[in-house]
């Protein structure tokens, strides 16, 4: 159950652009996007829940197919401190019990 | 930062000697969440709490218990350590299910 991200790693250059997948085999309520850099913790950017609300971030943007089960996350004119692991966790169930499921994270590295 | 601290940030242990974790928020969220991170299985929920005494477990909680006493503590409890519990624990919040999480920055756990 837990969601596939892709790609596993990205080198970009300053200023190119990225997406990064995260897809899940069940139906989902929500998708989160944090960002870890390296001995740090999860920093969250952005949750997309069903029905079309997304609260987060104003220069981060993604979409989530409900359809499809699957979100993507564009990040746009990359900085150097976009840096970073990215997960995407999913989200299923209802009131209390609903909990996060993890991916495995994309690694992004911007160069100079 | 963010209102939730943890506390310690290191700790060492020796196997089978119980060890107590902290998470404080200032916040007032109501929930509350108890992770490990280790390389290759990403971020695995412990327990969770959804109220002062409501607690539920995760998908990784043998050998963990939890308690909340307070709207602002949460501890988590290893009732007596093994190696495979070292790890880096976080532990988060989040307003309502609606909304991401804040985590805090982390407990560096080692068991020898």
């Known amino acids: 159950q837990q969601p596939v991200q892709s790609p596993q790693a990205v080198i970009l250059r300053e200023g190119e652009d990225a997406v990064i997948n995260c897809s899940s085999s069940?139906?989902?309520?929500?998708v989160h996007w944090y960002r870890q850099k390296h001995g740090e913790a999860p920093v969250f950017l952005m949750i997309?829940?069903?029905g079309g609300e997304q609260k987060g971030h104003d220069k981060i943007s993604a979409s989530f197919n409900e359809k499809k089960q699957q979100s993507s996350l564009y990040l746009t004119a990359s900085q150097l401190s976009y840096s970073g692991t990215y997960f995407c966790?999913?989200?299923?169930?209802?009131?209390?019990?609903?909990?996060?499921?993890w991916g495995l994270g994309t690694s992004l590295a911007v160069n100079p | 930062d963010a209102g939730i601290t943890q506390s310690p940030r290191h700790k060492v242990t020796e196997t089978g000697t119980p060890v107590t974790l902290r998470c404080h928020q200032t916040?007032?969220?109501?929930?509350m969440y108890w992770y490990r991170q280790d390389p290759g299985h990403g971020l695995r929920l412990i327990h969770y709490?959804?109220?002062?005494?409501?607690?539920d477990k995760g998908e990784v909680s043998d050998g963990y218990s939890v308690s909340r006493s307070k709207t602002e503590d949460f501890l988590l409890t290893l009732e007596s350590a093994t190696s495979s519990q070292t790890s880096v624990y976080f532990c988060?919040?989040?307003?309502?299910?609606?909304?991401?999480?804040?985590f805090g920055s982390g407990t560096r756990l080692t068991v020898v």
């Open positions: 916040e007032n969220h109501r929930y």
């Open positions: 988060a919040i989040r307003l309502g299910t609606d909304y991401g999480y804040t």
């Open positions: 966790g999913t989200e299923r169930g209802a009131g209390n019990n609903r909990k996060l499921i």
């Open positions: 069940k139906a989902l309520y929500s």
């Open positions: 709490s959804y109220g002062v005494k409501d607690t």
């Open positions: 997309l829940l069903k």
